[in-house]
């Protein structure tokens, strides 16, 4: 029998592995961090602008093009007017909202739930850029969509934590996103939402009153949590929005 | 590869074709299922893998004297687990746009059944240098068959490469599309890149008959 077999052996080799790769993660972790930080604040401005169409997206080139990270800061003050809180149907002015995490925002209660909206102008149009969190298929998908006044969407952004890479994960895909500009949410005076249709024989999106957008093959599910998720995100916004203008 | 000495050299070499993981260990399908509808994904989980199973094995090889038996099959997962996370906090960290585009495979490459199984097979039995080649080869092999996979499933599937539409634009009806190519959907589901595999071993059992099993 090997030194190696011994359950002392065992146990001791145990404790040193874990104390040594914790430590090794931990302390990585925590000097990563501010960087990583950093990182996740200029994505969220990025898909903020991108959603309100400050962007680098060439015309007639299919690649989603962010304002670079050395830019974005500066950008993201010049383009952003206001940040507001909701809250139990009161909406304030608020810096705070920027720092909402959606995520932890989903699972609380509707009365305590707190929903940014940010304000932008560009080229002297208002933008109401609403951030919104749901489920796809895999796990979280989430985004930003830019009304104007008359309630029709300017651009909009989606991104998924884990959707199948060439199905759902096309989300992000800016033939998809690029879609959703020009379509209604209202339907007459009633809220109808955006739903991602299979079949509504409308594949590059001519008809933009029909409250429907062309499903990405392969991704019913996918595509259902888009619809569901602006669904009840919008619901609650726009009576806000309407109160606003 | 004068480098190498040809005992060292079969240790690349082998795994590349006459002993693949996937193809002749029918290892490692789950991710070459999951992954291989686009072929940039494909390529970014086999330099993923190469990264992993190279490094892995080394450390392996360098702990094979004092890893007690009883917990090694927790030892290597605990060696996995954690150099796949120092990858993934390193990418978040430096470069963030990759790491977006990794997030799903990162999680994947602790559940690929190649590197637990080189672990176990050759670097609790070798020393680091050898282990390191048995590592890189294994991923290459591995890498090869999911380019393979991947450039089919995205070529017939979406009438793309990287992104790019080599076959003409499907909506404007350009390239081969004018003449009534069609895409074929079913590419792109996980059943086809099984049988995209089968081919493959097919193909490669009927060149090299000494592979073929007796039973």
């Not at chain 1, 002392?8 to 104390?19: E, N, P, S």
Request: glycine share 10%; charged share 20%; net charge neutral.
């Amino acid at each position: 029998m090997a030194k190696t077999d011994g359950n002392g052996y065992t146990v001791l080799f145990a404790t040193i592995m874990v104390v040594v790769v914790g430590g090794i993660l931990a302390s990585l972790a925590q000097g990563l961090k501010p960087a990583i930080k950093e990182n996740e604040r200029f994505e969220k401005q990025q898909n903020i602008l991108y959603a309100m169409g400050v962007n680098e997206n060439v015309e007639g080139e299919g690649s989603v093009n962010f304002i670079p990270t050395d830019r974005v800061e500066a950008e993201y003050k010049k383009y952003i007017t206001g940040s507001y809180i909701i809250q139990n149907g009161k909406i304030t002015e608020d810096e705070g909202a920027f720092a909402i995490d959606m995520k932890k925002q989903s699972k609380l209660s509707k009365s305590e739930r707190k929903m940014p909206l940010f304000i932008g102008e560009r080229d002297g149009q208002k933008f109401y850029v609403i951030p919104m969190y749901g489920k796809g298929l895999w796990d979280a998908i989430w985004g930003y969509v830019a009304l104007d006044d008359n309630l029709i969407v300017q651009g909009a952004f989606f991104d998924h934590k884990g959707e199948t890479p060439g199905l759902g994960a096309n989300i992000k895909e800016r033939y998809f996103m690029d879609d959703f500009t020009g379509e209604k949410i209202m339907n007459g005076n009633k809220f109808a939402g955006i739903t991602v249709a299979k079949g509504n024989n409308d594949p590059v999106n001519n008809t933009k009153d029909d409250n429907e957008v062309d499903a990405l093959a392969g991704a019913t599910i996918t595509g259902d949590g888009v619809s569901a998720m602006i669904k009840s995100t919008l619901k609650a916004y726009i009576p806000h929005i309407q109160n606003m203008k | 590869m004068g480098l190498l000495s040809k005992k060292d050299q079969k240790l690349i070499l082998d795994p590349l074709a006459d002993d693949n993981p996937i193809t002749i260990q029918v290892l490692g399908i789950c991710s070459a299922l999951a992954i291989t509808a686009q072929l940039k994904a494909s390529i970014v989980m086999s330099i993923s893998v190469l990264f992993v199973l190279g490094v892995g094995n080394v450390v392996i090889s360098l702990m094979r004297n004092i890893i007690p038996s009883k917990i090694r099959i927790i030892v290597q997962l605990i060696v996995v687990a954690t150099l796949v996370i120092i990858v993934d906090q390193v990418l978040k960290a430096y470069a963030y746009e990759l790491s977006k585009e990794l997030s799903v495979f990162v999680g994947l490459i602790i559940t690929n059944c190649i590197i637990m199984g080189r672990f176990e097979a050759f670097a609790l039995g070798n020393g680091p240098w050898r282990s390191f080649l048995d590592g890189i080869g294994n991923a290459l092999g591995y890498g090869v068959i999911l380019i393979i996979v991947g450039f089919f499933r995205e070529l017939l599937g979406s009438g793309t490469l990287l992104g790019f539409k080599v076959l003409g634009d499907p909506i404007e009806k350009t390239g081969l599309y004018a003449i009534g190519y069609e895409n074929n959907g079913f590419m792109l589901l996980s059943p086809m890149a099984l049988i995209v595999v089968g081919l493959i071993i097919w193909v490669q059992r009927s060149r090299n008959k000494a592979l073929i099993e007796e039973h």
